[in-house]
C-alpha cells in the first residue's frame, strides 16, 4: 500500500487530536471506569475523524478506506484499550451497515449525528445465549402495524451506557438459525429499553459495557435498516469492517508496546549493564517486531482488496486471528521483561496486558475465525 503526502498529514492530525483530547485524561477515565463519550465523539467529530469513507452529505469525509488504515493504527497507540474501541464502536461496527443500506431519512437522523459527534452508537448484537453463534439470536422484534414491539436482552455492550442509539439485530420472522433477522436503529430513549446493569471487565475498564433490556419496547418499522429479513447477511457484512479496524489497532498497539518497552530496557540496568545487552532479549524483540510487520503488510493487504472492491471475509478473519494471537504474545513478553514493575496495576504494560486479551474474543473468538476459515477452505466434514 502506497501512503501519500496526504497521509502523513492525516496521520499527524489523528495524532495531535489524540495527544490533545484524549492522552492528558486516559488514566482519570481508566480509574473512574468510563469516559465521557459525548464531549470527546464531539471533538472527535470535529475533527473529521467519525465518518472518513460515509457521503459528504451525511457529514463525511468521502475517503477512500486507506485513510481508515491510518487512523486505526494511530488510534491502536492510545495508552489504554477502552477508548479506542469504544471510537472504533462508533466508526466500524455501529454505523458502517446504516451507511451502507440505510435509507435517507436513516442517515440524515441517525448517521449524521454520529458522524458529528452529536450521537453515540453502539452495536447490539451478542446475548447471554448467543455470543459468538449469532444465528442463535432470541431478542425478537414482532410486527404491530407500522411498528416493531421488541422484547430481548443484550449483553457485554460497548458504549451501552451512553448510546443514543443502537444497531440491533433482532429476529423479525418465525425462520429459525441465520435466517429473519433485521437490523433496526433503535433510540435508546425509548420506554421499554433500559440498562439492566453496567459490567466490571478485567480490562478495558474506561470503555462502559452493559448488559442492555428491552420489554414491548415500539420503533417504526422505518427504523429497519435494509430490507426486513436481511439483518444477519448486513451484519457479517458489517462484521469484516469490525475486524480489519481492530486489526488495524492492533498494530498501533503492539508497535507502541515494544518501543516504549525497548526505551525501558535501555534505561534499566541489572548486573552492570542495560537489560537490553542480554542477546536473549533482543532476539524475542526482533522476533516480535518482525512478526508485527508480517500482519502489518497483511493488514494493507486487506485494504487494498476492500479498495478493489472484493470481499475481504478471508483477509479480514486471518488478520483477527492472527491480530488476537500475536498481541498476547506482545503483552506477555512486554510485562515479563519490565518484571515486578510491569505487575503493578497503575503501570502502562500492566494496562497492556489486561486489555490485549480482549482481542482474541471480542468481534469473533479465535475459535470463530478458525471455523470461518475451515468453512472456506472446505474442512469441514459431517460428524
Not at 471510537?87 to 458522524?115: C, N, W
Request: glycine fraction near 10%.
Amino acid at each position: 500500500m502506497q501512503f501519500s503526502e496526504d497521509h502523513e498529514r492525516f496521520r499527524q492530525a489523528v495524532r495531535g487530536t489524540v495527544e490533545r483530547e484524549i492522552v492528558p485524561y486516559v488514566d482519570e477515565w481508566e480509574e473512574a471506569g468510563a469516559f465521557p463519550g459525548h464531549r470527546l465523539f464531539k471533538a472527535l467529530g470535529q475533527a473529521g475523524l467519525l465518518g472518513l469513507e460515509y457521503d459528504p452529505a451525511y457529514g463525511g469525509q468521502g475517503a477512500d478506506h486507506s485513510y481508515t488504515v491510518v487512523l486505526g493504527e494511530e488510534l491502536g497507540r492510545i495508552d489504554c484499550g477502552g477508548v479506542p474501541m469504544a471510537i472504533s464502536v462508533q466508526t466500524d461496527m455501529a454505523t458502517p451497515a446504516l451507511a451502507r443500506f440505510g435509507s435517507h431519512q436513516l442517515k440524515e437522523r441517525y448517521l449524521a449525528p454520529a458522524v458529528a459527534g452529536d450521537m453515540i452508537a453502539s452495536i447490539a448484537v451478542t446475548e447471554p445465549d448467543a455470543g459468538s453463534d449469532v444465528a442463535g439470536i432470541r431478542t425478537r422484534a414482532v410486527r404491530d402495524g407500522d411498528e416493531w414491539v421488541v422484547n430481548g436482552t443484550k449483553l457485554y455492550i460497548t458504549n451501552g451506557t451512553q448510546a443514543d442509539w443502537l444497531c440491533l439485530l433482532a429476529r423479525t420472522g418465525d425462520e429459525g438459525g441465520a435466517r429473519g433477522m433485521s437490523q433496526i436503529v433503535f433510540p435508546t430513549d425509548t420506554p421499554g429499553f433500559s440498562v439492566s446493569r453496567k459490567l466490571r471487565k478485567m480490562g478495558n475498564w474506561s470503555s462502559d459495557t452493559a448488559e442492555l433490556s428491552f420489554v414491548d419496547a415500539r420503533v417504526p418499522v422505518s427504523n429497519t435498516i435494509g430490507e426486513v429479513g436481511r439483518g444477519f447477511q448486513q451484519q457479517m457484512a458489517q462484521f469484516q469492517n469490525e475486524r480489519m479496524i481492530a486489526a488495524y489497532m492492533a498494530i498501533g498497539s503492539m508497535s507502541s508496546a515494544l518501543e516504549r518497552t525497548e526505551d525501558y530496557l535501555r534505561q534499566r540496568r541489572a548486573f552492570g549493564r542495560p537489560l537490553l545487552a542480554n542477546q536473549h532479549v533482543q532476539f524475542r524483540l526482533a522476533e516480535l517486531r518482525a512478526e508485527v510487520e508480517l500482519l502489518r503488510h497483511f493488514n494493507y493487504a486487506c485494504a487494498e482488496a476492500y479498495l478493489r472492491g472484493e470481499d475481504t471475509t478471508r483477509y479480514a478473519t486471518i488478520a483477527k486471528l492472527k491480530a488476537g494471537r500475536l498481541a498476547r504474545q506482545v503483552a506477555d513478553s512486554c510485562i515479563q521483561f519490565h518484571g515486578g514493575v510491569g505487575y503493578m496495576e497503575e503501570t502502562w504494560v500492566s494496562r497492556y496486558y489486561r486489555d490485549a486479551r480482549l482481542l482474541s474474543i471480542g468481534g469473533g473468538a479465535d475459535e470463530v475465525m478458525l471455523r470461518i476459515l475451515a468453512r472456506l477452505d472446505d474442512l469441514e466434514v459431517e460428524a
